[in-house]
Each structure stands twice: as C-alpha cells, then as structure tokens.
C-alpha cells in the first residue's frame, strides 16, 4: 500500500512533520495485518488498537494544528472510525483480562473474536504551512543613551548573581549571607498589629479609604516631625511620606534635572552615582581610574577618618552625603557636619543628606544634618523605616525638604518635589503607613531600639572575631555595617575567597566606588546563629 506523500512531506515541512507522516504510515501498515492477517496474539492486539487510536487522535502537533483538507464528511468518517477503535480497544482488555490473570497457553489467547473495521485507505496528501524565518523586529526609538554609560550590572544584583552560581557549583552547601543589607528579624507585634488593625478596616464601610495624600497622612507625618526633628524647626508640612529613601533619591534627581554636577563620598551606596548616570548628569565611564566623568569623588578613607578634605573638593550642586555611612560605618562629627554646611553655604551647594542609620548612632554624633545650625537653607533629608523596623519589604520612608531651601531663582525646592512626587507616586500604602505610626508610638520605639540592639550585638561580634585575627576593622559601632581591610588585595577576589571557602556572602568594597578597593563589607544583619558560625568560618579560613 503505496504512500506517495511521504517524499512530499519531508520536502515541504521538514523533520518534524516527516517523523509524524512515518509514524502515520506504520501504524496504517500495522493496521492492515491486524484486519487482514489472521487472529494475532492477544499481548500484540492490545498494542495495535493502541497505536490505531493513536493515529486517529493525531498526536503529533503537526498533524492536530495545522490547516486541514478534509472534508467534513470526511471528518465525520474519521470520527466514527476513532470511536469505533476506541470501543474496540475498550472491549479487548475487557474480554481479555481473565486471560492475563489467569493460567493459559499462548493459542487460548488468540480466541478472541474483537476486530477492528476496515480503515479507508484513499490517496492522501499531507501537506504543511512552511515556516517562516524567526525575524527580530526594531522599533525606530533610539535607547537612552545614559543607560549605556552604567557599568555592568547593579551591585547587589550581582552579587545574587554569583550566589546563585555558587549554590549550582555546591548545590548542599548552607550559605549565609552577610553580603546586601536585609534585615532577618520579624518586625515587632506591637508593628504588625497597627498593620493588621488597618488593613481589617478597609473591609468596612468605615474604615476604607481609597487614594491618600501624595505627601503622606498627616498623624506620621506629625509623628516623625516630633519625634526626629523636635526642636529642629522642621513641622509636618516639611515632610514627604515615601515608599523608601532610594526611591525618594531617585525622584530628587527628577527634581534637579540633568543640568546640575554631583559630589559623592568615596566609598558610598551606589544608587547615588547610578542614578546621576541615568539622569544624564555624568560623562562616561573611566575604565583606567574606575570613575565616571563629571562626578566629584570626595576621597573618605581611615586616614581622614573617612570625612573628606573639603579643601581639595571641588564645587558642585549638590553633594551627596551619608551619616552613619554606608559602607564604611562611620558617623560624622558634629565638628565635621557645621564644616560641611558652611562647605556648601560657600558654594551655593545643596545637600542630600541620607539618615537611613540614624538610630544607629550611640555617642554624641549628630542624627540630623537639621541639628547643624542654617543646614535648613542648604540640605535636605532622606531616611527610611527598613532598618529600624525591618521594613524593608513593607517599604517606607520619608524626605524632610524645609520650606527655607530655595533654589538660585528663589523657588523652593518643596514645590518642586511635590509636583514630581504628584506626578510619579500615589503615595505610600496606607496599611504601611498604619505601620509607621505604630512605629513610632512609645512601645514601637521601644520594640524598634531592641531590634537595633540585636544588630548592633552581631556587629561587636564581627569586629572581635576579625580584630583577634589581625584585620583593621572600622566601622559596627554606630551603623548596622564592618569595613574589613584587605590590604593590596583586589575586594572582587577577596569575596570571591570567602565565599568560595566558606560559603559566606559578603560585599565587595570596590562596589562602593574606587574607594572601597581592598575592603569587604560585612553585613551585621542575620540570625545570632548565622553571625555565630560565620564568624567560626572566618577563624578557619584566616586563623
């Protein structure tokens, strides 16, 4: 029984519908032996009625999904003969059951009178759709060019990177991580319940409520005026209710456009250069210095005691500035912070001044830039809930911009950002925002200093364990974070060597800026547990 479609189906539609056109015809060939041929043995008949039905459901996407040429008479035909199968395979292992089960001779098997009707065997021509070429279509909008300028991918991201590719290299090996600056402990029930309490009243017809102010709900905004900034001159309408400082710091620059220079602390969190790259407000990428164009680099190293040499700074608009610092640790001065005022007084600077780890501060050192006599009329604060209240999956924050900061027009630079934050945010999540009260009401401060005390215990721990080995260690004291030297060592390999030999997740300095060059950071955020045998693994690998 000639099939002459075959040659003319591998030549039209390739392999894949040859194979199913080859898999049609045996099973048509076996189908013809089993309706021709004499009774067949029951362990072969089983399988034939499979195959015929097989063939008449059409398994092969091939045959099932493209276009067909069937009548529908024909159709109909096809129908009935896979019913027709299908209720003959059905009486076959019916009738044949006992058979298997029980004692017989290979003759008794072939006793059964199941048959299958005659399959219609007319010239059939499988014919199918070609393919067309995969091609990738371009739209005719240019990518913006500062995207280009970034350098490799975002710290952080890459280092999950290279966690998750150690995790395949040593798929039963326990990693800790002491690497991105995630808080591990639950949040306080006195937290979650404020939490809770809102989030149960938007299924009332009392407690909903829909859109909320742009700039927050007025009792946190008057909650965190009087609890950071009492007698500081800063009120509520100061405020800005975010969904974290990174976010706001990213909207700043909306605020200050694509004109304007930039100053950074060298090392420091790498959203602040980032996000002046994509804003347009750097030059490109210096590969020999590791430095971007256009960006002033204040150098903050053990020697200055990580406050830069104001002297050697050149002006810039604004200057981005961390206290407690992050990567290093380390907390300025009040000494230090009236220099950096009267710095950008003399300048016409304005500071962005991040506070995420003011709570952190045990001494004297000042927790707002606004404690800084005239910092009103040059700086601004951005600060966040996440390390205080572990909110850094619930996300909240604020920005204080004080009605005296103006720009060189005399516009204030709070009308600005309030525009953008009306025109980028729908404010921060009012179940969140319920949290941050909860926060800040007596027993939530306290919930929240005992959480920072637990961070702070793990960083006395770091620091003892690399002191007893040798290391300069700076940094834990009023920040959440280690700044280990790895004296003329290349930050990448050291992370690379600790991670490899003792499956602990750290931070490269130099992801910090080219400052950070033979440092790893080391993260006081994880369970005592974790901390504990982390520090064991140090002692191994560097006793």
Known sequence: MPHTWL???????????????????????????????SPLPLFWRLPLLSLLLLRHQSPFPSLSSGPSLCTKSEKRERERERMALQNHLTTAIASSSSAFLAPSNLGSSRASNASVPAKKTGAVRCVAVPREEKTTYKTKVSRNANMAKLQAGYLFPEIARRKAAHLQKYPDAKVISLGIGDTTEPIPDVITSGMAKRSYALSTLEGYSGYGAEQGEKPLRAAIASTFYRDLGIGEEDIFVSDGAKCDIS????????????????????????????????????????????????????????????????????IFFCSPNNPTGSAATREQLTRLVKFAKDNGSIIVYDSAYALYVSDDNPRSIFEIPGAKEVALETSSFS???????????WTVVPKELLFSDGFPVAKDFSRIVCTCFNGASNIAQAGGLACLSPEGLSAMREVIGFYKENTEIIVDTFSSLGFKVYGGKNAPYVWVHFPGRSSWDVFSEILEKTHVV??????FGPGGEGFVRVSAFGHRDNILE?????????K
């Open 7 to 37: 040659g003319d189906a591998i030549v039209l539609a390739g392999p894949a519908v040859a194979c199913s056109c080859v898999f049609s015809c045996l099973v048509d060939v076996l189908g013809f032996a089993y309706t021709h041929c």
């Open 251 to 318: 909207r700043l620059q909306v605020a200050f456009g694509s004109h304007v220079t930039m100053a950074v602390q060298d090392p420091s969190y790498p959203a602040y250069v980032d996000s002046s790259v994509i804003m347009g407000q750097t030059g490109l990428f210096q590969e020999d210095i590791g430095k971007y164009a256009k960006i002033e680099y204040m150098k903050c190293t053990p020697e200055n005691g990580f406050f830069p040499d104001l002297s050697t700074v050149a002006r810039t608009d604004i």
């Open 387 to 397: 390390k205080y209240a572990g909110f850094t999956g619930v996300r909240l924050g």
């Open 506 to 511: 750290t931070t490269p300095g130099s992801g």
């Open 534 to 542: 982390a520090c064991r693994r140090f002692k191994q690998l560097y």
